[in-house]
């Protein structure tokens, strides 16, 4: 069983998101939204009235998995 632990401290429209894997920081309002995740990921999202939601992740460590 692993353990899990986050914590959100919230400056106006700047967030930042602590947890166990480390630091991450977003932008952005319900519309339109940035995030950066510890691993360096960032990930783009826009909400459109009707319920559409676009989201588009950019960047990050490639992790090459190998089958034996």
Do not use: Q, S, V
């Given at each position: 069983?692993?353990?899990?632990?986050r914590k959100s401290i919230k400056l106006g429209p700047f967030r930042i998101n602590l947890s166990?894997?480390?630091v991450g920081h977003s932008y952005g309002n319900r519309r339109f939204h940035i995030s950066?995740?510890?691993?360096?990921?960032?990930?783009v999202s826009v909400h459109l009235?009707?319920?559409f939601h676009l989201?588009?992740?950019?960047?990050?460590?490639?992790?090459?998995?190998y089958h034996y």
């Open positions: 069983m692993g353990w899990h632990y166990r894997h480390g950066t995740t510890p691993d360096g990921r960032r990930h009235p009707g319920g989201g588009k992740t950019f960047g990050g460590k490639r992790h090459r998995r």
